[in-house]
Nanobody, 123 residues
């Protein structure tokens, strides 16, 4: 059984940075693809970034160059470094995992989800 727990959210101002963390509990973390998604009030859950089992990354266009996803296979962790935050980045951020190792941009491609961490960016 896999569980995911996010942390690192908070309330910041435009231009600030945050680093989100997600701890993976389970076996064979290094074979999983990991993703970050976000959901604003009244909106669907949207793709932000993914990293596959080999470290290949894909980003939402609007966060490319500002956000960086990374993983530490020794610690079973995945991170989302968010720089130059904007008010439109405000959302609950979710960590997700799928066991076939393929990074996907569709939420339905992920089997396991964390509970989310709130990020609020004020102007």
């Amino acid at each position: 059984q896999v569980s995911l727990v996010e942390s690192g959210g908070g309330r910041v101002q435009t231009g600030d940075s945050l680093r989100l963390s997600c701890v993976f509990s389970g076996d064979s973390f290094n074979t999983y693809a990991m993703g970050w998604f976000r959901q604003a009030p009244g909106e669907e859950r949207d793709f932000v970034a993914t990293i596959n089992w080999s470290g290949f990354t894909t980003y939402l266009d609007s966060v490319s160059g500002r956000f960086t996803i990374s993983r530490d296979n020794a610690e079973n962790m995945v991170y989302l470094q968010m720089n130059n935050l904007k008010p439109e980045d405000t959302a609950v951020y979710f960590c997700a995992a799928n066991d076939d190792g393929v990074g996907r941009i569709a939420a339905r491609g992920y089997t396991y989800w964390g509970q989310g961490t709130q990020v609020t960016v004020s102007s």
